[in-house]
């Protein structure tokens, strides 16, 4: 802990003090001290599991904490009930899965849980006062729009608005940027900066470190459930920070972070010709080679995942053709993509790649009945043989194949849904985001991973928002916009974050 | 050979922390606590009657509570592929009608097309909810006025009295003393609880019930692993009718009204989860066998029959709420 400088006069708006939490046994929290300034905004930091989500969630009322107290300026100790009650303390959380009403309006939402919203007040009056709240936040956001039809960055402001609405003076982030535009997240730090000013205090949480210097005074960093250290963001170094976070040297592995030999002369793995899908992608042509790595770069909704999708038979396209080895194949539904040997990794690991109350051997044999069950019956000997080989081999943790796989951190779930396609045989991957929400260390390994998968001749597609990861994975890059792929880049070098994100958003064209 | 891929990057990858299994789940809890609320069952109907714990009540319950058995173990894969069946009484009505009325001419010809309509009904259930993607409450609630109404239209809903020796001394004889409904109910629960445990559509009806998307995005046929557990559950709502009318010595074209409840009862009192992903097929005999063993007892503490299918509805909604309790995630 810091002693704040004497200089700087503040007052905590919130103080925690020695929170702990434990869940059936596993100590989540172990006595963690936090606390934040009116005019602040304080990050957060950790890998997954190192309990910050367990943190916020006890200050939001998702959950109790075992012990430990939480002091509100102005109220005194407080037991916050459930999230309800934190929002009419004044605490507000933008989450990563908002929790808004999709078939309400903006205005109705905003005054969700208040009787206001009930009707009992004349509808003008109080979509009145939430003209009034939204104006400074966003202002061409109509209080009329049904939130369903809203993009992740609206979602944002509203969450944020319905906090301000209840007089709130505490606003948590939880990773606000995972799904935001570069030109959006750009919108929102404007938008942080101003509640800052205002006198609110921010808690946020991002696994991003340019971020983190971008935007916050104060940054904690958890680890296993201890705070390893609260200081002051400026005096920190990002190699610091990196070895905070993940309790090693990792940061020289992760800027030598090796640009990919240039792989020329290989076969076509993968060729798709005039894919279609009404609304949605727009003759799409594209050729996949063995042992490269293109990335697929875009805005969200430029159509990245619709198309991964396509290609793996999990929705209908109306059009074109798609080869694989140079052979047409008709891929209807996800099991035909992987008798061709074509593998997904979804984007959203938990409700799209996981059983979550499944063990990880169970999850790593999702894909695997074939191989293991040829009569019926499970060879049980051998799966738990061959997932125990790769929980070494890919050092996943705990290195039981028995643990519930929802018990796994981002990573570790991650790295069993690659074993699981490279047990089933896959020599084609399409990756879907593959580090989204993963912690630094384990981002690096898997990234090691993709570039072994194209060194052994796979051929992957990789879409990615974050721009980084593609230039640092990628041989070639694909842009999209608008259901189109625009523009391939086939030489990657001189490529930059910048240049790309003007391809993506249509600023600048090549021929 | 795929394993040489990775080893590279295993050299240098560290550990990282990561929670560990929990070992006391709240599933184990509800076990317990399942065995506990048996106990206090079988301990209260024995202090309050002096007939209840004699062994030939006690097989009595067994007795009773096997046909609701049978019909819970075909709930149980049902609802673990996240799915519902309310057809059942009315498939054990329909199918027990037309054995009924085959076997005095051939004996083999009615069993096997009781049989084989059963599984036909299960099919017919499946395939409108795997493929059309309709509601499965819908499907089958709608199945179970169209099942049951066949029934009485094939007799003009008339019972059929009469059945075969040879057939009740199969379905409800004894072998040395114990009923075979009671052996044929812990053999259909065993051999569902090996398929769950040792074979790939066993794992596949969890993984569907547990995320079905991520079952299909792993390649898993999920309509097929859906039309199996309603055909399985159409043809042990079968055998359970054939116990049925071999008991009772006639078929009844409203045979098995409200059997649903009691399955679905039995099921979940037995651990399986209406949220899917859950369940155990010998657990849906302890279901059963509690159902049962409150039945019993209230009618020998002289509780009006009508009194009773409340209590039933009652136990049920009472274990679907420890269910949601107990399984709200997080």
């Known amino acids: ?511 | 050979m795929t394993n040489d891929r990775v080893s590279q990057v295993a050299a240098d990858a560290k550990t990282s922390a990561a929670p560990r299994e929990k070992k006391v789940s709240l599933g184990w809890i509800r076990s317990a606590s399942v065995v506990a609320g048996v106990a206090l069952l079988f301990i209260v109907f024995s202090v309050l009657t002096n007939s209840f714990y004699a062994p030939s009540n006690l097989l009595d319950i067994l007795l009773q509570s096997s046909i609701n058995a049978m019909i819970a173990v075909g709930m149980t894969l049902v609802v673990m592929a996240r799915g519902i069946d309310l057809s059942v009484g009315s498939v054990v009505g329909l199918t027990s009608m037309i054995t009924a009325s085959l076997l005095p001419q051939n004996f083999l010809l009615g069993v096997v097309a009781g049989i084989v309509l059963g599984v036909l009904c299960g099919l017919i259930n499946g395939i409108l909810i795997a493929k059309l993607k309709l509601p499965d409450f819908i499907v089958t609630l709608g199945m179970l006025s169209i099942y049951r109404g066949a029934a009485l239209i094939f007799t003009d809903g008339k019972p059929i009295y009469g059945i075969d020796a040879t057939f009740r001394a199969i379905f409800a004889g004894d072998v040395g003393g114990i009923p075979t409904p009671v052996i044929l109910a812990l053999a259909i629960a065993l051999l569902a609880f090996l398929m769950v445990r040792y074979t790939a559509l066993g794992e596949q009806i969890i993984a569907v019930g547990g995320n079905e998307e991520a079952a299909r995005l792993a390649g898993i046929n999920v309509e097929r692993v859906k039309i199996c557990v309603y055909a399985i559950s159409g043809l042990l709502a079968t055998f359970a009718g054939f116990v049925l009318i071999g008991r009772i010595g006639a078929a009844e074209p409203i045979g098995g009204t409200g059997f649903e409840l009691q399955a679905i009862g039995a099921a979940v009192i037995g651990g399986a989860s209406l949220f899917g992903g859950e369940g155990n097929p010998l657990g849906a005999l302890v279901g059963a066998l509690t159902l049962g063993a409150m039945q019993n007892g209230l009618t020998l503490l002289n509780v009006p029959s009508f009194w009773q299918l409340v209590a039933t509805g009652v136990v049920v909604i009472v274990a679907v709420f420890a269910d949601q309790v107990t399984r709200k995630r997080r």
């Open chain 1, 1 to 511: 802990m810091q002693i704040p400088n004497a200089e700087t006069p503040w007052k905590p708006l919130l103080q925690l003090r020695g929170i702990t939490k434990a869940f059936a046994g596993v100590q989540a929290l172990k006595g963690v001290d936090f606390d934040l300034r009116a005019g602040e905004v304080h990050a957060l930091m950790g890998e997954n599991g190192a309990g910050k989500s367990t943190l916020m969630k006890i200050l939001f009322g998702v959950q109790p904490p075992d012990s430990g107290t939480i002091v509100l300026d102005g109220v005194g100790e407080v037991a916050i009930d459930d999230p309800r009650h934190a929002l009419a303390l004044g605490i507000g959380l933008v989450s990563q899965e908002p929790s808004l009403v999709p078939q309400l309006d903006v205005a109705q939402n905003i005054f969700l849980g208040q009787t206001e919203a009930l009707g009992v007040v004349p509808r003008s009056q109080f979509q009145a006062k939430a003209q009034e709240i939204l104006k400074p936040l966003a202002p061409r956001l109509p209080i009329t729009a049904r939130v369903g039809s809203l993009g992740m960055a609206e979602l944002q402001v509203v969450e944020i608005a319905r906090t301000l609405a209840r007089g709130g003076k505490i606003i948590g982030f939880d990773e606000p940027t995972s799904s935001l535009t570069p030109a959006e997240r750009d919108g929102l730090f404007a938008l942080i900066q101003q509640l800052k000013n205002s006198g609110k205090g921010i808690i946020y949480i991002s696994h991003r470190i340019p971020e983190v210097y971008a935007i916050s005074d104060r940054v904690t960093v958890l680890r296993d459930g201890r705070v390893v250290a609260s200081r002051a963001t400026k005096e920190v170094s990002a190699d610091e920070l990196i070895n905070m976070i993940a309790g090693r040297r990792l940061a020289e592995e992760l800027q030598h972070s090796a640009k990919p030999v240039v792989r020329a002369g290989r076969t076509e793995a993968l060729r798709l010709e005039g894919i279609s899908a009404t609304g949605k992608l727009h003759d799409i042509n594209l050729t996949l080679r063995t042992g490269e790595i293109f990335g697929l770069a875009g805005l969200v909704g430029s159509g990245r995942t619709e198309l991964a999708r396509c290609i793996f038979g999990a929705d209908r396209k109306n059009g074109g053709s798609v080869y694989i080895n140079g052979k047409p194949l008709d891929l209807r539904q996800p099991s035909d993509a992987k008798a061709a040997g074509i593998a997904l990794i979804p984007e959203d690991r938990r409700k799209q790649a996981l059983v979550p109350n499944m063990d990880v051997e169970r999850n790593f044999g999702l894909a695997n009945f074939q191989q293991y069950s040829p009569s019926g019956f499970l060879r049980l000997k051998q799966r738990r043989q061959d997932i125990e080989r790769y929980i070494e081999e890919m050092a996943i943790r705990p290195r039981r194949a028995g643990v519930r796989i929802r018990n796994l951190s981002g990573g570790n779930q991650q790295k069993v849904i690659i074993a699981r396609w490279l047990q089933s045989g896959a020599r084609i991957f399409l990756f879907d985001e593959p580090t989204r929400g993963i912690d630094v260390g384990a981002k690096f390994e898997i990234h090691e991973l993709m570039r072994r998968l194209a060194k052994d001749g796979c051929a992957l597609l990789v879409i990615s928002s974050e721009l980084p990861e593609i230039l640092a994975l990628c041989d070639r890059v694909g842009i999209m916009r608008g259901g189109r792929l625009v523009q391939t880049i086939d030489d990657c070098a001189g490529l930059t974050e910048d240049l790309l994100m003007k391809y993506a958003s249509g600023e600048v064209t090549r021929s």
